[in-house]
């Protein structure tokens, strides 16, 4: 983002506006803030679908969001082992994948529901990343259709011109 400031700023508009007597604040608002918006916006949603993808694989590792809660599952009296499981104290979709992945072998749609959950959602995340990022070049063929149409010649010999005839009563 800093790179894009810096490139704006050498813009000859934003020296004019320095130069009329605008403030920083002004600048800002008025001329750099348009362009960054939009960046920051495709910015902020490709960081939503990394995230998710980070929930992902750390709900692998079992080291969950809401929290994690450790119980004991089996206690053996002879040696005095526990075995433990974790669990997901908020079952978010990464923890009801890591929870549930030890039975993926015979009960599959514990594991699927979530991974297509998630699988869905990252796509859907990615489509409007794409969108927004080719909806600037979907203007431009836009504007090239339209200014290509308004670029026909008119000329006189185009045209027929009939002329109709007006009745006047007369009273």
Not at 113 to 125: E, R, Y
Not at 145 to 157: E, G, M
Request: no cysteine.
């Amino acid at each position: 983002m800093q790179n894009e400031l810096d490139a704006l700023s050498k813009k000859e508009y934003i020296d004019s506006a320095k130069i009329m007597g605008g403030s920083h604040s002004h600048i800002f608002r008025k001329h750099l803030a348009p362009f960054l918006y939009p960046k920051l916006l495709i910015l902020f949603v490709q960081q939503i679908g990394q995230v998710l993808i980070i929930f992902a694989h750390l709900g692998l590792l079992n080291v969950f969001i809401g929290g994690t809660d450790v119980r004991v599952i089996d206690y053996d009296m002879k040696t005095g082992e526990e075995t433990t499981q974790s669990f997901s104290m908020s079952n978010e979709w990464a923890g009801l994948i890591a929870q549930n992945f030890p039975y993926a072998q015979s009960f599959p749609w514990m594991v699927l529901a979530p991974v297509l959950a998630f699988a869905l959602s990252i796509l859907a995340i990615n489509s409007i990343v794409y969108g927004l990022t080719n909806r600037k070049t979907l203007r431009k063929r836009e504007v090239k259709a339209s200014t290509s149409k308004s670029n026909i010649l008119l000329r006189q010999d185009h045209f027929e011109f009939k002329q109709t005839r007006t009745s006047s009563k007369q009273g």
